[in-house]
């Protein structure tokens, strides 16, 4: 009954989306305000709507009703509450559903702000908000319903969401229980990051649609939508941190990243997203590149359906579970629909989108910036073909391929060496003009300095020539932007007559963007370093011991000590734990316990990795095997991570840097084009 | 004749001996050369790290994109074994990743075999990418060095002090 209760308040929020679509349409163009404010407050009602259909839906989870097929598949008795609740976005429908609510409250915060100046922009940003909306609601009342129950019929046991006709209703004993790989907190906290990030680049997307459509073409868009971006921005870059972290503690492969498709389904729209980030800049400053920051707004918006799309249609596994899924040529038609009608809208929109300025110098910022560009479009096109290279191969040769991460590697990796590079010279250079003697006059002095560092780590660290070359590069760029702070900071503490300290609060103070923007880099070189360590110096062994016996691995010797092997009624899990000495150049550094969990409801394992972790390298143990009968024998696989601890640091650091260019500012709304034609004096002013 | 008869049997002896040496070199020899040939048939038992370099490699039709040498199911672990033993076998890396190829189609490889195809698409498309900036570069500065010029023609006194004077002067207007 509650179930029904639950589907029915689905189906009338996806009537007040369609509601919602046309009557701002229909009052934009009969000009009836009333209609429009009809149009947004049933948006601002499908918020309450999901919310109501969500917490039937966490309630069904939480008190085991497992005739609900959803609730069937994604808990079991065993499982603690907060763990239920979290399995909302544990199976399909169910995420569907955690996408349409999260969106729901992103389109509803949009439409709370004051839309005074903007009130023409309203009613298509309604419009794009609530088709998009109603795409995603329309999937689960058609197709992926989460009430849908399960009914004993003369045909056997299916799930419906009405009771078919001589039919009762059918409860198991207990559930089938979340895939334990999603019991983690890293995957608890990383699908609802990544949706967040997902969801809110809807926003810029549907103030780019309504810009084209109105013909108010200028900035004003890009100004209202620039900290929605950034939001955007810091969410999905967390929640791929956060999957990163999650692939590296429970996985057990030693990685963080595999390059697998549903890894770069969320890292495609992080790509064009970033590079929107920098390009808008351009816009705003110099007045230039609108057709192209419209194209990456709705690429951006596109790749997040398809990033949904390929991890929901079944399409990766293979075509012809494409085509048997019931959402996945929807997605498709979907995709077409926006992606043509955007692009047709830029078209017809051509003329009014000229740039106000001209490009005046090769190395000026916006030049600088387009290289960028150009450089996240190229890793997106390798990682777009990567994915889609296996389907057409079998589509079009009938054999099936895989594309894994050697590709990805040879062919990103010097396009992300340039990207470092790129990070170090940018910041340096001036909008509007920069000559390589006005560059080389401030950068000498770190690359003097990356140098220094380059030569130490040769005959400290390494001497492979790449890594030593990537290496330069991070020092390079860690050093510039350290420099153009300290700079900043120095000439502060002349005029202001402040400490340095201060200084560099109150720099950071009145200039967020800018100076947020440099933390943002300084963490990216922090990441970069974690990536080239596990990338060019993972080590790695595997063996077999009997008690006493041990592995030697990089000055590290792992000692098997014992193991043992219990069950957890209450959990529903068998733990088996091995334990290890840890020791260092013969001194005692302490005990690791690499275990596998097993989980009886879903019959799947768990590797938990022991892990010590410094700054220098991971020492990463896992129990690959043990012999059960005599618990005398264990296989463990060791990895030695150089640096990847940085990785982690750097992502911290990240987060501290978008939420102080995201945080509000006072700030001048509008900045004409003649002010921006007159900035064209060599100054390194954001 | 006691004396030669042992000096016969000495010599006889001797000749024996000198007869019974190189058979027994030889039979030695061949023994070693059969037992160098039947060991590096079957090898020392390769290391779980020989195995796993290679099972790195290759992945499983089944578990998609899990590498088969961290891959903890039993069909991958009875991949690892059969690694072993073709390794044990003394087949070389090529020869077993060939013998899966055959066997499960160029699935399991870790890079479609046709490296030139794979690599084609993305290197024209990224080339296209750089031609277009390349040009749209070109586009942009053109009409800049003319208003380059035409700037240069009316350029402002150099002097920061006179233009300071002009800006004043235009003040006062």
Redesign the interface.
Known sequence: MIANFGFGVLVVSFLVTLYSVFAAIYGERTKNAAMVESARRAMLLTWPLLTLTSGILIYLLVNNHYEVQFVYEVTSRSMPTYLKITAWWGGQSGSLLFWSWLMSAFASLVTLRKWDRDREFLPWVIVVACVTMAFFIGMNVFFENPFAQVYQTFEGINAYTFQPADSVLFTPADGRGLNPLLRHPGMVIHPPMLYLGFVSFVIPYAFAIAALITGRTDDRWIRLTRRWTLWAWLFLSFGLVLGGRWAYDVLGWGGYWGWDPVEIAAFMPWLTGTAFLHSVMIQEKRGMLKHWNMLLVILTYDLVIFGTFLTRSGVLSSVHSFAQSAIGPLFFVFIGFTLITSVALIIYRWKELKSETEMTSMLSREALFLLNNLLFMSILVVCFWGVIYPLISELFTGAKVTVGPPFYERATSPLFAALLFLMGVAPLSAWGHSTVKTLGRVMWKPIIGAVLVTIVLFFTYTQKVTALLAFFIIAMTILVTIYEYWRGAAARQRSQGENILTAFWNLTGRNRRRYGGYIIHLSMMLMAVGILGIEMFQKETQGTLAAGQSLNIAGYEVRYKEIASWDNPGAGVNYTRSVVDIYEDGEYLGQLTPRIDYYFDSQQTMTIPGNRSTLRDDLYILLVDWEPATASGATFKIYVNPLVNWLWFGSILFLAGVIIAAWPEKEADRVSVKARSRVQQPSAAD | MVIDEETMKVTQDTKITSYKLPLAILFALTFALALVSLVSAQGPTP???EV?RIAKQL?C?VC????LD?C?TEACRQWRDLIRTKLGEGQSEEQIKQYFVTQY?????????NRFA??L??AV??LL??LF?AR??QM??K??IT??EAAANEAPPADPYIARLEEELKKQK
Request: charged share 15%.
């Open positions: 290391t779980d790290d796993n992945y039709p998609e994109s899990t590498p961290v903890p189609g160029a699935r399991v490889l870790a890079e479609p075999p794979s690599y698409v993305p498309a990224i990418g750089v900036l749209a570069f942009w500065m009409p800049s208003e380059a």
